[in-house]
């Protein structure tokens, strides 16, 4: 049983795009009368570029959902799956799917970050899974619990297939470790 979640890279490949399309167009016309200059406008409409890939990136480092015989894997973490609740997975699968609206309104509340106040344990909330500090707006979330009853928030892209292969990854390990 192996499940990995498969990440979006449109938004990534039409920044780039358009900002080769914009140094190929500026390079015709200054290359090689002001190759200082235009070397120059390169690098600053790069200063443009990285924060547009910059959110991608993230959501690839502290998002990526990836699940083996043995391990969930959610961005920097690890979880066994021995130490899941599959109770709460089932739960988790029989909730109404979250409208777009709602998804971006439970993005919005969903923050853990490391600030005093801020932390999901401080406000009696599920502990943010993977090291970001929120879940992505828009995407979705689910919560779960560990065998000892601390609940995981992990952010999705696609809901019911990962909770589907988190509920046959757990089915067998009905059984405390």
């Not at 502990?127 to 992505?136: D, F, K």
Request: hydrophobic letters at 45%; a positive charge; glycine letters at 10%.
């Amino acid at each position: 049983m192996s499940y990995v979640e498969k990440t979006p890279k449109t938004w990534s490949a039409v920044c780039i795009a358009v900002y080769l399309a914009g140094i190929v167009y500026m390079g015709v016309d200054t290359i090689p009368d002001e190759i200082g200059l235009w070397l120059g406008l390169c690098g600053l409409f790069l200063l443009l570029l990285l924060p547009c890939l910059a959110v991608p990136l993230s959501k690839f480092v502290y998002h990526r959902i990836r699940m083996d015989a043995d391990t969930l894997r959610v961005g920097r973490e690890r979880i066994p799956l021995t130490a899941i609740d599959p109770v709460s997975v089932q739960t988790a699968s029989q909730q109404p799917l979250p409208t777009a609206a709602e998804q971006y309104a439970a993005s919005l509340n969903a923050v853990d970050a490391p600030l005093p106040g801020l932390r999901a344990g401080d406000r009696g909330e599920p502990r943010l899974v993977g090291g970001g500090w929120s879940v992505p707006m828009g995407m979705d979330s689910v919560v779960i619990r560990t065998r000892q009853g601390e609940q995981l928030r992990i952010a999705t892209r696609d809901r019911v297939a990962f909770l589907t292969a988190l509920a046959q990854g757990t089915a067998g390990l009905n059984r405390q470790p």
